[in-house]
Structure formats: structure tokens, C-alpha cells
């Protein structure tokens, strides 16, 4: 009988450690059904280019018209450009050109965004991408309305279908209208005196027509084209085309314009967006090399 105390004893240690296991068992089983959050993938580009050497000098020279005709030290600041002011070179840097020529200045800027998600559920890339549509947005565009513009042209087709015979003549006028507002087609002066409703030859061609803002294909992960003409009113004929793209977590924005040296002068729409976009394009291929 001197030995029960000791087997109550080692009875009780023997409870007291199960109990404790089975609290630590229910504990890990709590840990792990809580839910747990990955963190979304970083952006491609850590840094971003020194915009000032972002444009080659051999089209710099191609935009700035005249620049090459300037003295050397002249010719060497206009190439040079001016870097923007900015406080952290890692997410927002620009810079920009003016080059003044007898008959017109041209200036050209570039600024690139490397955008950070600061919300571990979003990813640098889709942030990138809200920041742009913001500026699509406000250029008064949108990716999602752009498929709008063809069904309107079927649905026109369609009706031009059922009424075969007594719409034909109305037919041509249809599809000039249709290829203004997309600036797609390139009529002929002819054409474009034909097409005109009030009777004034080329009118049906002007830069406000035939070269609209719009969604651009096959730059980047997105882009848009704005075209920003004068102003109505003002008696200056100051032309500025917008191209922005995003690539990854950056956005890029590219801006060319023209001031003619006279007011009866009108810039070339047509070729400034040319060259715009050609730029933009040359850019996104740096950044992806």
C-alpha cells in the first residue's frame, strides 16, 4: 500500500501530458486551415532606361527637322535634350527636344512610368495596366467599346442589303462616312471631291477626319493614339499627336508636335502620326530587348 501515492502520481503526469499533446495537435490543425495569401508576381522591369539616350540621334534628326543645319555646340544641345525633373529615377523618368527651323518648331517628349503594386493580391502588371486606362480614359477612349465600330458598319451593310434598289445612291456617301471615322482608307482627290457633301473638293480629308484619336494594334500590351489639332479659335496651327503604350509594369508616353512659322500653315496630321508611332514602336522594342 506505501506504493499507491507513487502510481497516482505517475497516473496523473501521464494524463497531463496527453492533454498537452492534444492542445498542440488542435493547434497546428487551426494554423493550417487559415487561409494564406500569395503574393502576386513582381513586374518585368526593375529599372527603367535613361530617357535622355532612349531616341537615337539618327531619328532625332528625322523628328527635329533643321537641327542638323545648326552649329556644332547648337546641334549638340538639341540632341542632348532636357532630362524632367523627377525625384526617384527608378519609377518616373522623360525627357524632351525642341528643334526651331525657319518654316516650324518641332518638339518631342518621351516619359516612361515603371508602376509598383503595393498590394501583395495585385500584381505590378495589372496595376500598370489601370494607370493606363486612366489615360486612355481621359484621351476619351476605351479598349472595350472598340469592337462598337465594325458592328455599326455590318449593321449598315445589312440594311444597305434589304434596301437594294432604292438606298444605292446612298451606298457611296455610307462608306466614306464609315472610313472617315476609322481614317483607314486614303481616297483620291477625286474620290474625296465625289464623297464631300457640301461640294468642297478635299473637305471630307481633313486632319480632324481622317486622323482620329484611336486604339492602336500590335505595340505593346496596350496603346492608343491621340490626336490633339488646333485648338478651334485659336489662330495658331499648333498640331500635337499623343502616342502611349504599356509594356508589362511601364507605361510610355510619347508626344510630337508641330508650330508652323506661319498661321496659313497646317501641320502634317498625317505624318506626324507616322513618325510618332514609328518611335513608339522603336521604344517598345528597346524595353523588351
Same mark, same amino acid.
Given at each position: 500500500m506505501a506504493y499507491v501515492p507513487g502510481v497516482a502520481?505517475?497516473?496523473?503526469?501521464?494524463?497531463?501530458?496527453?492533454?498537452?499533446a492534444d492542445g498542440n495537435a488542435n493547434g497546428a490543425d487551426s494554423k493550417a486551415g487559415s487561409p494564406t495569401v500569395t503574393p502576386a508576381p513582381p513586374g518585368k522591369y526593375l529599372t527603367l532606361p535613361a530617357p535622355c539616350r532612349a531616341v537615337?540621334?539618327? #531619328?532625332?534628326?528625322?523628328?527635329?527637322?533643321? *537641327? !542638323?543645319? %545648326?552649329?556644332?555646340?547648337?546641334?549638340?544641345?538639341v540632341f542632348r535634350g532636357s532630362a524632367a525633373v523627377t525625384y526617384d529615377t527608378d519609377r518616373k523618368v522623360g525627357c524632351s527636344w525642341k528643334s526651331d527651323a525657319p518654316s516650324a518648331t518641332r518638339s518631342l517628349s518621351v516619359d516612361f512610368e515603371r508602376v509598383v503594386s503595393y498590394d501583395p493580391a495585385v500584381s505590378d502588371d495589372d496595376?500598370?495596366? #489601370?494607370?493606363?486606362?486612366?489615360?486612355?480614359? *481621359? !484621351?476619351? %477612349?476605351?479598349?472595350s467599346a472598340t469592337p462598337g465600330p465594325p458592328d455599326e458598319k455590318d449593321k449598315k451593310g445589312e440594311e444597305s442589303e434589304t434596301s437594294e434598289g432604292s438606298g444605292k445612291a446612298e451606298d457611296p456617301a455610307d462608306a466614306?462616312?464609315?472610313?472617315?471615322?476609322?481614317?483607314?482608307?486614303?481616297?483620291?482627290?477625286?474620290?474625296?471631291?465625289?464623297?464631300?457633301?457640301?461640294g468642297t473638293p478635299g473637305s471630307s480629308s481633313s486632319p480632324e477626319e481622317a486622323l482620329p484619336s484611336r486604339i492602336l494594334d500590335n505595340l505593346g500590351d496596350a496603346a492608343f493614339l491621340q490626336d490633339l489639332p488646333k485648338q478651334a479659335g485659336s489662330p495658331a496651327q499648333h498640331h500635337t499627336v499623343s502616342v502611349v503604350f504599356r509594356t508589362s509594369n511601364v507605361v510610355v508616353t510619347v508626344r510630337y508636335a508641330e508650330?508652323?512659322?506661319?498661321?496659313?500653315?497646317?501641320?502634317?496630321?498625317?505624318?506626324?502620326?507616322?513618325?510618332a508611332q514609328a518611335l513608339a514602336r522603336k521604344l517598345a522594342e528597346t524595353l523588351s530587348e
Open positions: 502520481l505517475l497516473a496523473a503526469l501521464v494524463v497531463g501530458c496527453s492533454a498537452g537615337p540621334r539618327s #531619328t532625332l534628326k528625322d523628328l527635329l527637322p533643321g *537641327a !542638323a543645319e %545648326l552649329p556644332g555646340d547648337q546641334q549638340d544641345k496595376r500598370a495596366d #489601370t494607370v493606363y486606362a486612366k489615360k486612355e480614359k *481621359a !484621351a476619351g %477612349l476605351s479598349s466614306d462616312a464609315d472610313t472617315d471615322a476609322t481614317g483607314s482608307a486614303e481616297p483620291s482627290p477625286s474620290e474625296s471631291s465625289d464623297g464631300s457633301t457640301d508650330q508652323p512659322a506661319l498661321i496659313t500653315q497646317v501641320p502634317d496630321g498625317r505624318e506626324l502620326q507616322e513618325k
